[in-house]
């Protein structure tokens, strides 16, 4: 099973410029917010979607970048349901905006009796696409993945993977390998990367498939050791990690990092944050952390978004319907 990004190069730059330059009119002449803005982030506290929100959230306020104050608040219930629900009610969807992950595709996926229909969401803004890592801590005298594999093939289901959400992003990673590996890997779910880095930093589970936000501090600190990288290139930030296609598997992975507004938002409404987050997109605030956190992928809004979701959510399908998590 290979799972790679796809390239929306054009369209996206198509939509990108109808945000900020036809947005930013209607903005100005259409919406602008008169109370404040809640910022729901569908994950834990402490993991990339919370420290990717809270510090947009900063830029705005430090730039001034919006007419009223973004207000964070963590809904991580259910692998995003909670998130997901509650989004899809909300009595005022000009002032409810979302970030996301990729539980975004595969919890409605699994979950079909909320009614959430991820297409009925508006598509602001794509402000990257993350990056997953294989970690273990350093104490299990590990150093490659194939020293990695032995390892947890003889350990069998003694060997804990730590992951946000139940059959999400790292969950699905877990499976691939299992699969694709002959282990037995068990899995537990937490409610945001931050939870999970410190598990295996304080070695109550064994290895995490982190994203390097997550985990950084933890390797900085010597505690944790990259293995293998989910990507197609070596990521610059970890020049001597190879990827998993360099050893042998055919399997990248990547998560987007998005924000959505409600379901119901009007036009104006749309426009006037597809033109706040361009903005936080090319502030040096944003550019910077992206480059440190090892974030990929282009500024992404409107259509060419809508697309991008279209194509992950059908991949996601094909992934979970192989894995067994849904009929």
């Not at 409605?108 to 079909?112: A, S, W």
């Given at each position: 099973m290979t799972v790679t990004r796809r390239s929306?190069?054009?369209?996206?730059?198509?939509?990108l410029a109808l945000a900020t330059f036809s947005g930013g009119a209607l903005a100005a002449d259409g919406f602008s917010p008169s109370k404040p803005i809640d910022f729901v982030i569908m994950a834990g506290k402490g993991g990339g979607a919370d420290k990717m929100a809270r510090l947009m959230q900063s830029i705005i306020e430090q730039e001034g970048l919006a007419d009223r104050p973004v207000?964070?608040?963590n809904k991580s219930g259910g692998s995003g349901a909670e998130a997901l629900v509650h989004m899809n009610g909300v009595n005022d969807p000009d002032h409810t905006i979302m970030v996301t992950l990729n539980s975004f595709f595969t919890t409605?996926?699994?979950?079909?009796g909320l009614g959430v229909d991820i297409m009925d969401f508006a598509p602001v803004a794509r402000m990257a696409e993350d990056t997953f890592l294989l970690w273990v801590h350093k104490d299990e005298g590990i150093d490659s993945f194939d020293a990695f594999l032995g390892e947890a093939k003889?350990?069998?289901?003694?060997w804990v993977m730590g992951g946000t959400g139940k059959n999400a992003e790292d969950n699905i990673i877990t499976d691939f390998l299992n699969a694709n590996y002959g282990l037995d890997i068990k899995y537990i779910p937490y409610k945001g990367g931050g939870e999970v880095a410190k598990q295996v930093a304080g070695r109550q589970i064994t290895s995490s498939v982190n994203n390097p936000s997550e985990a950084l501090g933890f390797f900085e600190s010597g505690d944790l050791i990259p293995l293998v990288a989910f990507t197609d290139e070596r990521l610059p930030m970890f020049p001597d990690v190879p990827t998993l296609?360099?050893?042998?598997?055919?399997f990248s992975y990547f998560m987007q990092r998005a924000v959505v507004g409600a379901p119901g938002m009007s036009d104006a409404a749309q426009a006037y944050y597809s033109d706040l987050f361009a903005k936080v997109y090319e502030s040096a605030a944003w550019q910077d952390y992206k480059a440190k956190k090892s974030l990929m992928g282009d500024l992404m809004a409107g259509d060419a978004l809508k697309a991008y979701w279209t194509t992950q959510r059908d991949r996601h399908e094909g992934i979970l319907r192989a894995s067994g998590a849904i009929n």
């Open positions: 929306f190069g054009a369209l996206a730059g198509a939509a207000v964070p608040t409605p996926l699994r979950q079909p003889a350990r069998g289901n003694k296609k360099e050893v042998g598997g055919d």
